[in-house]
């Protein structure tokens, strides 16, 4: 049984809902460093400048799937968004939308 099925689902939005995130990050080619919580959803992006065709939606629990710890992330508040430098450092949070 894989972990991630092994303990409660975390985010308030069914493991079918859909998120944002990029072509890049699904394929592998770069890690989800930025993670923002909306009104309009999630968006798991690499922090790196962002063209609208760049965008793919996947569901959220695919998404976890490629990066378990955006588990940890689960309880951020709409409103925020949360970055880290790099695969394997903390995230931060932080108010606001990402700049």
Do not use: K, N, Y
């Not at 890049?24 to 992006?45: K, M, N, S, Y």
């Not at 949070?93 to 990402?98: I, Q």
């Amino acid at each position: 049984m894989d972990p991630i099925d092994a303990a409660p689902w975390p985010f308030e939005e069914p493991p079918d809902s859909e998120a944002i995130t990029l072509d890049r990050v699904v394929t592998g080619e770069a890690p989800i460093r930025l993670v923002a919580h909306d009104d309009d959803g999630w968006q798991f992006l690499d922090g790196e400048h962002v063209f609208e065709e760049d965008g793919r939606v996947v569901l959220i629990g695919e998404i976890v799937q490629i990066d378990p710890t955006l588990l940890e992330l689960a309880d951020l508040p709409v409103g925020w968004h949360a970055r880290r430098p790099d695969v394997g450092t903390p995230w931060t949070r932080l108010e606001g939308e990402p700049e």
